[in-house]
């Protein structure tokens, strides 16, 4: 199945090209930091994680938010998803494989990566996110190419493959809800250490994750033709829409919380993140333009009619995903440690290689997903 | 073949460390450490000791700084003398840095502007070994949590869960940043994380740990907690003491007289 | 087309090639010895082990002394015939530094480059 990607225009291999570009850049970066040591990134004995441990979380929700298609496809039977569902799975696909890489990208010795699973350590949250990320990554593989095979082959799809597409429903909540919990165990980083943490990281994966989705079926509508259907597309708004306004509503109940109590280690990260700390401002304008670019994208969403126009739409979704990049992809890993546990405040700012090897990262998973999908609309249109 | 080694030694650079120690004196001063019987030669029985260390901060001398150069000598801590790569295994701070969470208001002036000694606590519910997806860092059986740099994978976790700040990582070749190179302990490698081991290395030779017995003030006491006859207990018990963020639940073995 | 068939089918590899490559490489002591390296005489009365099981098993010896003396703060061994000896790479160098070209000589013949001396001194760096 897979030399249906060997077959495409010249827009196609242009992208595939640049893509390598971006590739090579990132790995020429990456043996950079392989050589002299995380010392070449932005990262620092006060803020020990950055750029890398951020895209990784970000990249979780968006893995997770494949099972808004696949829950309402296979448990509900909304047969408006079934054009969808695949690049659903597939997206997910590439994002977990970027997560894996971001992980092994910030690791200080990744020649003993294995070390996870030679002393397996079931009190680390790492060991269980490295599980069930692992998990995730297979399940969508499998399920979404053996369903686009039999498709292929026009006869349904083996029973086999059934218990494992109901299996990544309950599979995806967790590995959003383990990579909540890497941050929401740890005492004294107390911008991490709340209950809500674990909601907030599905609500905002279901916003950000399910609004790439529609930019990608609108993407792919654009480019090959294939339509994956206005009706789909505007379901999956209602589902963004509600997602948003839940994760906006639980950023509210932390503001509430820390600045009522009025507990200072509370407040301290808020404060730094939303309103600067101590003469120290620098994400202070990224966190309010998250949050108006957040509040006007919902905005667009609730006006009735706004969403059926794919101008809008895609205008609306694109916002709501840099939006939530930036909240948690940005403010939430950087300020757990601001301020430090001795109270000081040290300031971060990604270097050139941490940024080449980040965009490497991002190339190699849109490469995975566009060869993975270029499949997927290859069989879909019996090219 | 000699003169091939020789070339082969100087163009590896390896010799290099060889030359500090020599240049520095050490030469003499040099013994590897003997292959004699330890003070404890058999298993240990876990949870029977448990290493603590109390602090008097009342006699440490704002100038001083004997203990933390002892220490990072002794255990070739580098030095880069630029804060993003810094590693360190026991500094002085503030009190406001040190207690932030401990009472402030109406302190005298003294009390507030006196050195703290920070390290690591060396907690017995501690959060970096549960962190831990390779157990690199432990418990260890007589209270120390200790780092097993063979098998860190440097993926930082236990610098998230740390509620103190101390542990380091190497960002960079240690070996870089050591001016003078100690033959006693061995460096770190490029990507692990470290942290004070309460001179595990020294208490198996029968040696207090470097920090106590570099202080002129003799402001360091170093003992086991759980036996009641030792010094340690009889200092806690007579003096009001405190920990570091008690409210964690994270029970530090390092305490401080105020 | 051909040619942008060929462009993915040598682009990828060579990529996936240049990133083992760079995830594998790492500073170290690259150099290869021409010659086998020398039997050297050694008064073995204060071994550990006999020659013959240390040149085929030292990597596994020293793996035990490490995990037993580091995690379990189990230090002393017992050889077979009962003399006892601290778990220490300190151990075997307080014999085997008098030969600066102990563990090199095979390892570089071998072509091995373990990473003990990223850390610890080796033969060629004690005084």
Known sequence: MIEKALKGTRNYWAWIASLLALIAVGITAYNRQRWFGLTVTGMGRDISWGLYIAQFTFLVGVAASAVMVVLPYYLHNQKVFSKTVIIGEFMAVSATLMCLLFILADMGRPDRVLNVLLYPSPHSMVFWDVMVLNGYFIINLVSGWTVLGAERRGIPPPAWVKPIIYLSIPWAVSIHTVTAFLYAGLPGRHLWLTAVLAPRFLASAFAAGTSLLILVTLIIKKVSGFDTGKEAREKLAVIVTYAGLINIFMIGTEFFTAFYSNVPSHKHSLQYLFFGLEGHYNLVPFMWFSLILGLGSLAVLLVPGLKTSPKWLAAACAGLVVSIWIDKGVGLILGGFIPSPLDEIVDYFPTLTEVSVTVGIWAIGMLVLTLLLKVAVAVKTQE | ?258 | MRIKKMLLLIAVPVLMLFAVVAFFRQPGHAETAKAPPAPVAVDSTKCIAPAEYMRANHMQVLYAWRNSSVREGNRVYIAKNGSRFQKSLNTCLGCHSTNRLFCFNCHMYANVKPKCWNCHLSPMETP
């Not at chain 2, 220490?71 to 360190?88: A, L």
């Not at chain 2, 690591?120 to 097993?148: Q, Y």
């Open chain 2, 1 to 258: 073949m000699n003169k091939e080694r020789r070339d082969f030694i100087r163009k590896t650079g390896l010799g290099v460390l060889a030359g500090i120690c020599a240049s520095s004196g050490l030469i003499q001063a040099f013994a590897l450490e003997e292959t004699v019987l330890p003070a404890w030669d058999e298993k240990p029985v876990p949870g029977k000791i448990r290493w603590g260390m109390l602090i008097d901060t009342r006699k440490c001398r704002q100038d001083c700084k004997e203990c933390v150069a002892m220490c990072h000598h002794v255990h070739n801590v580098p030095d880069f003398g630029n804060r993003k790569d810094e590693v360190k295994w026991i500094w002085k701070s503030s009190y406001e840095h040190v207690f932030p969470t401990s009472t402030q208001q109406f302190r005298t002036k003294e009390v507030l502007e006196r050195p703290y000694l920070a390290l690591c606590n060396h907690c017995a519910e501690s959060p970096c070994t549960r962190a831990c997806p390779t157990e690199a860092t432990f418990k260890r059986w007589d209270g120390i949590v200790s780092m097993d740099y063979h098998r860190c994978i440097g993926c930082r976790f236990c610098m998230a869960a740390c509620p103190y700040g101390s542990r380091s990582f190497n960002w960079r070749d240690p070996r870089e940043g050591i001016k003078e190179a100690s033959v006693d302990y061995p460096t770190r490698m490029t990507g692990v994380v470290e942290k004070c081991n309460f001179c595990s290395d020294r208490l198996v030779k029968g040696l207090m740990p470097a920090c106590v017995e570099s202080c002129p003030e003799k402001a360091l006491t170093f003992g086991d907690l759980n036996d009641p006859r030792s010094d340690i207990r009889a200092l806690l018990e007579s003096n009001n003491t405190m920990q570091r963020k008690p409210e964690l639940g994270t029970k530090p073995s390092v305490f401080y007289i105020i």
